[in-house]
């Protein structure tokens, strides 16, 4: 199904029926990705005196109750209720769902304290100046070994907040990575990152958002893609989600 998209001014013609899913999928294993000290997902049939919510267990029906942690169990999109002292829900604050996107691939740079970040120059090379509505970032090395990694107590890379300023700066509200966190794992509560994506407590964005802990395939190219970010209606600061990218023709 192609269809044609006149949006910003420009025309865009993508095929519905190419989508690609570039979230983690969600089970109940200790394989599946995870960060942040939370325990694995759990997926279990409800019991109710005899009866069992599994059908290979007798039940006439499965029937699961599900126990998971969205910011530390797989693909999540948060809002600004994240940090902030007020309510915000990512059900209230994304009210859009398809934007255009710019996909790039980065090497954090190394410190002399081992830490990897996300720098300013890097995302300058990388866009070229490229404005658009949402960007991904693929952080290399990339491989599927992404979608069973533990990220807990490893220092992940990170973004500085030099660079989320630049990537203001372009235009973009919607942030997508494969990393656990913009911030740095340990930074004593700081999260200059979050703060400066959202400008919170100043002159707060609701609309914006931060997607983590995607996973982009090495044969999805770099360059310009519709996308369309799926959550669950949670009124909550965070939710598991479902972005998908379609490539433009």
Not at 101 to 109: A, D, H, K, M, R
Not at 122 to 151: F, M, P, Q
Not at 167 to 177: Q, T
Not at 211 to 224: A, I, Q, R, S, W
Request: charge should be negative; glycine fraction near 6%.
């Amino acid at each position: 199904m192609v269809a044609t998209i006149l949006h910003l001014g420009k025309t865009f013609r993508i095929d519905f029926f190419q989508p690609i899913d570039i979230s983690m999928p969600l089970y109940s294993s200790e394989e599946c990705a995870s960060a942040w000290y939370v325990p694995p997902i759990k997926i279990e049939p409800v019991r109710n005196g005899d009866w069992v919510g599994d059908v290979n267990q007798g039940g006439s029906v499965n029937f699961r109750t599900i126990t998971f942690n969205p910011h530390g169990n797989g693909t999540h999109t948060e809002c600004v209720g994240h940090i902030s002292k007020e309510d915000y829900s990512i059900n209230k604050c994304l009210q859009r769902y398809m934007f255009v996107s710019e996909l790039i691939t980065v090497l954090p740079e190394e410190l002399e304290n081992g830490d990897r970040v996300i720098s300013k120059r890097t995302v300058e090379l990388c866009l070229e100046g490229r404005k658009g509505e949402a960007l991904i970032i693929r952080t290399l090395s990339n491989s599927d070994a992404k979608l069973h990694a533990h990220y807990s107590n490893t220092n992940p890379a990170y973004i500085s907040k030099e660079a989320i300023e630049y990537i203001l700066s372009l235009g973009y509200d919607h942030l997508l990575l494969d990393l656990p966190s913009v911030d740095k794992e340990v930074d004593n509560g700081v999260l200059a990152a979050h703060h400066a994506f959202w400008e919170y407590p100043h002159n707060t964005q609701t609309q914006r958002t931060i997607t983590e802990l995607v996973y982009v395939p090495n044969d999805v190219y770099d360059g310009t893609y519709i996308l369309n970010i799926q959550i669950a209606p949670f009124e909550n600061d965070a939710s598991p989600s479902k972005p998908v990218l379609y490539k433009v023709m």
